[in-house]
């Protein structure tokens, strides 16, 4: 029997019981007891509306009118070959492949890094690394405050386990590439994943989200990291999933003394999207880059929202997010900045900047700054544009056509925060698909 | 080569050019002086095509061609380079990349075949060493933080590449110390052969000192006022517009 939830508070609270005895029969007591924990956060919270503050310009009425189920056939519906046409041109790295959020063992590859390094499904995880596990998961990641994370917590099946010893440097990157398939009806896949580099270590991981159909299901994901002192971790996001899907996601990280980490969001697909990109610079002397670009087209909806939190002295904080909208689409930035008391000779800078495509795109763009000491330096701006006229006709008049003048326009854009990923085969696959993308918008007429 | 027959030309409602007229043969220089607003620069970006700007009446044969009827990028092509006033910045955009394009899209509509990257490497550093600009030009964004006169240098240096038929040049000359004048010049003076044609925008006669034209013109509120040789410069210079 599937297990249904028809849209109300009450189903995806009373549903987990069935969830527990079901798809969970054999997970360790503690997990159960997590699960259990969380949903009753998700009791008290129900899904946000539009009078919370945090979700003010995302209207979240057709994710409460919808009705989605968990997944049932395993992951029959997608073939090595399918899979293989996800990877990235030029990058030799492991790559463990998830289907409606289970391990796809079929589909991965076995990672022997040595050196300590664990690349793992979390399930696998929890019952070979319990102990470790159990001292990170659901630690960071508040489910008594955020209704997405509770349910997450709650439902959660699978997603990747990296670890990283102390004084290890992993020079590979991992690809964890998330698939959906059409089940024929509404999907509710909760990936989680957890990420620890230990103290002095380095790694990379690109978490990949694709959809083998362009349906309709409700993804929520959720990523932990966790990064030691004097740690260095790069990480991706990239979202290319069904035009028709509800894609809400977490990357919260807590970042120890010294410790270095860029971040990378890429938002492409989905109908209504939330990425929440949440940093805590908890130790001293921690550096914090988050990129994001988001192109969105026809009706999709993207809500950027990021949460920089600094709890501790002379730590910088830099965002740079970029949007390109065309179409009917809306696009959100909402750039909090929160910096503790104790948290002086703060340095945190925002910047979002945004092309409109069409008259009928949208953005609204918000930084909110909390500052709770004297000794910091922080500054926003945000800009709000169509392509820059003067721009084009200084192109063309050199001899370029305005079809390759847009697409030059549009590169220099989307490169100001593409050109920060470290990979280079990631970074020229994902301009491809920008460029791709949008050449459609100019066939389509549209994209001035 | 171009013939420009009684053009008016309006932008917002309000007429700028007034029936202008001007003709320039192959292999000839003609320089084009007046007071600010009086409409040299909007000639200037009528002729490389901007769409702002309204023709009204009159008409502008570019090798027997209709050039009111072609896109910026064609009449580039064509051979019609503007070295703009004001060039514009285009940060994220490399320099080198620019031209690249350009020089390409250009050979393209020759039937002619891209210049690979290193033969386009050698050519651009032949030619940056003639105008004194430093290479690290090239890896920089589109004037993005240039100065003034790296701004006017890098005009010539794109001319130079792109060999024009016919150059406007709409004061390059101003901002620059004489060094940069000297250069400038002597950029503009090394293409000049039987074949290419220059327009020479400026407020002052010091540039013509340099770029010796074979005519000038006066042009005063959006028309030709006057016309004669390169001595009609001096005697600009000698009483001002004020007579006109
Ligand atoms: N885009 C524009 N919009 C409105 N007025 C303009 C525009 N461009 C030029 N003008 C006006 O046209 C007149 C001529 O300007 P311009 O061609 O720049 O003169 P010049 O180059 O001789 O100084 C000026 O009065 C100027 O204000
Ligand atoms: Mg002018």
């Known amino acids: 029997m599937a297990i249904v939830f028809d849209g109300t508070r009450e189903s995806y609270v009373e549903r987990l ?11 360790p007591e503690w997990i159960t007891t997590l699960r259990r924990e969380a949903i009753s956060g998700f009791a008290e919270l129900g899904f946000p509306t539009l009078s919370d503050e945090e979700w003010r310009f995302t209207n979240l009425e057709a994710l409460r009118r919808g009705s989605f189920s968990i997944a049932e056939n395993g992951i029959s519906g997608v073939s090595k070959k399918s899979v293989d046409s996800y990877g990235f041109p030029g990058l030799d790295c492991p790559r463990l492949v998830f289907v409606n959020g289970r391990f796809a063992p079929s589909l991965s590859d076995t990672v022997d890094a040595g050196k300590g390094i664990l690349v793992k499904s979390l399930s696998e995880a929890i019952s070979e690394q319990g102990d470790l596990v159990k001292d990170h998961l659901a630690r960071y990641a508040d489910y008594e405050k955020d209704a997405f994370i509770s349910l997450n917590t709650s439902y959660f099946e699978d997603g990747v386990f990296v670890y990283v010893p102390d004084g290890t440097v992993f020079e590979q990157p991992v690809h964890v590439l998330h698939v959906s398939t059409d089940e024929g009806r509404p999907l509710f896949i909760n990936p989680r994943n957890l990420i620890i580099v230990g103290q002095s270590s380095v790694a990379k991981v690109i978490e990949h989200y694709v959809s083998a159909s362009q349906s309709v299901y409700f993804s929520n ?8 002192e004097n740690a260095n971790l790069e990480h991706y996001r990239l979202e290319f999933e069904s035009q028709k899907a509800f894609n809400f996601s977490t990357l919260r990280v807590n970042q120890q003394k ?3 980490i860029a971040s990378h969001s890429v938002l492409c697909g989905g109908a209504i999207v939330r990425n929440n990109v ?3 610079l908890a130790g001293e002397g921690c550096n914090s880059d988050i990129y994001g670009l988001f192109i969105s087209e026809g009706r999709q909806h993207m809500d950027n929202f990021m949460r920089v939190e600094h709890a501790s002295p002379h730590c910088d904080s830099r965002q ?15 750039g909090r900045i929160l910096v503790h008391e ?11 900047r945004n092309l409109l495509l069409s008259d009928t795109a949208q953005i609204d763009t918000k930084p909110q700054l909390e500052i709770y000491n004297d000794d910091v330096k922080c500054t926003h701006g945000a800009t709000i544009g169509q392509m820059d006229e003067e721009a084009l006709f200084y192109l063309r008049s050199r001899g370029i056509s305005v079809r390759q003048a847009k697409i030059i326009m549009l590169q220099a854009f989307t490169g100001e925060t593409l050109e920060h990923m470290s990979i280079d085969s990631v970074r020229e696959a994902l301009e491809s698909v920008v460029m791709k993308w949008f050449e459609q918008r100019l066939e389509n007429g549209k994209g001035r | 080569m171009l013939e420009v027959k009684n053009l008016h030309v309006q932008v917002d409602d309000k007429e700028i050019l007034k029936g202008m007229n001007i003709t320039v043969a192959p292999g000839e220089v003609h320089s084009i002086m007046g007071p600010n607003g009086s409409g040299k620069s909007t000639l200037a970006q009528v002729l490389a095509g901007k769409e702002a700007y309204e023709v009204t009446e009159g008409e502008v044969t570019f090798q027997g061609k209709d050039l009111l009827d072609l896109e910026p990028e064609e009449r580039a092509c064509e051979g019609i380079f503007l070295a703009f006033q004001y060039p514009v910045e285009i940060p994220g955009v490399a320099n080198t990349y620019l031209l690249r394009e350009a020089l390409n899209a250009k050979r393209e509509y020759r039937d002619e075949k891209p210049l690979k990257h290193v033969e386009f490497g050698k050519l651009a550093r032949e030619k940056m060493k003639a105008l004194g600009i430093d290479e690290d030009l090239l890896k920089r964004s589109v004037n993005t933080g240039f100065s003034g006169g790296e701004k006017k240098r890098n005009e010539i240096f794109q001319m130079q590449i792109l060999e024009p038929t016919l150059a406007v040049l709409d004061e390059t000359d101003s901002g620059l110390d004489i060094d940069a004048l000297k250069i400038v010049a002597n950029g503009v003076n090394s293409m000049r052969d039987s074949g290419r044609s220059f327009i020479v925008i400026t407020h002052y006669q ?27 410069a001096h005697e600009l210079e000698e009483k001002g517009y004020a007579g006109f």
Request: charged residues 25%.
């Open chain 1, 342 to 352: 104790g948290a002086e000779k703060t340095d945190a800078k925002q910047t979002n």
């Open chain 1, 278 to 280: 949440h940093p805590v």
């Open chain 1, 258 to 260: 010294n410790s270095n």
């Open chain 2, 206 to 232: 010091r540039l013509l000192n340099y770029i010796v034209p074979d005519f000038v013109h006066v042009m005063v509120d959006g028309k030709i006022v006057r016309s004669g040789g390169k001595e009609l």
């Open chain 1, 320 to 334: 740079f997010y970029n949007g390109v909208l065309d179409g009917r689409s809306k696009g959100v930035f909402h």
């Open chain 1, 17 to 27: 019981s069935e969830f527990l005895d079901s798809e969970q029969k054999n997970a």
């Open chain 1, 221 to 228: 994901v959720v990523t932990e990291v966790v990064c030691g």
